[in-house]
């Protein structure tokens, strides 16, 4: 089973921040929060990831609560490109993580 | 540009034959990976690799096979084995320990 919760669905605005939440309640002190997103029938695009502190690129932003056991991707203006299923995923080595179902998320204009 | 292709994108077999997906990237990664993907589910890990002559098996290896024998390369056979070949299949790529995974387009086996 997946290490990680997400909604199975939510719905943004166009323009607007959308933010995706996450828990990982029995994340351990050397695993990583990755996100990734993958648009229909494509390879997932790597997002951002994080261990402790809160991380920002150009895509988005990662915010880590303070005990580590939840986490929220911003991305800060939604656009229609988007859409697509958003992937929470916590682990220290690649060859560890398991992915769940994560959240489909629609940009609505 | 650098990354990860793989191929064919589309591909049609017939049950009981063997089918070798082809996966190359020109990142200098060591690590590769292969991942199947069932509609609406996350990734499952198949096979991976952190150098060349060396591979693991993941979560759901039986029926399938690899080789690494070039660094640049990690082909994925689905033998006859697998009771459930039909499916999505990714390979991806990396610097070994914690960090960004690089994903090809994805190859689409349908067994017949």
């Known amino acids: 089973d997946a290490k990680t919760t997400q909604p199975p669905s939510m719905d943004c605005a166009e323009g607007r921040a959308a933010n995706l939440p996450c828990n990982h309640s029995?994340?351990?002190?050397?695993?990583?929060v990755y996100w990734y997103r993958q648009i229909h029938s494509q390879g997932p695009q790597y997002i951002i990831h994080?261990?402790?502190?809160?991380e920002t690129n150009e895509m988005a932003s990662l915010i880590i609560t303070e005990d580590r056991k939840s986490s929220t991707l911003i991305l800060p203006h939604a656009t229609l490109r988007d859409t697509a299923v958003y992937y929470c995923?916590?682990?220290?080595?690649?060859?560890?993580?398991?992915w769940g179902a994560g959240t489909k998320l629609i940009i609505k204009p | 540009d650098g990354g990860i292709t793989q191929s064919p994108k589309y591909l049609f077999r017939k049950e009981g034959q063997n089918v070798t997906l082809s996966c190359e990237q020109n990142l200098n990664h060591d690590a590769m990976y292969w991942y199947r993907q069932d509609p609406g589910q996350g990734l499952r890990l198949i096979y991976y690799s952190q150098i060349v002559n060396d591979f693991q098996k993941g979560d759901i290896a039986e029926g399938y096979s690899v080789s690494r024998e070039k660094k640049e390369s990690f082909p994925l056979t689905v033998t006859s084995a697998q009771k459930n070949p039909t499916a999505f299949y990714l390979c991806a790529s990396s610097i070994w320990g914690p960090g960004e995974l690089f994903f090809g387009e994805g190859s689409r086996l349908t067994v017949l």
């Open positions: 994080g261990l402790k502190n809160n």
């Open positions: 995923i916590v682990g220290d080595s690649n060859y560890q993580l398991i």
């Open positions: 029995t994340i351990s002190g050397n695993e990583y």
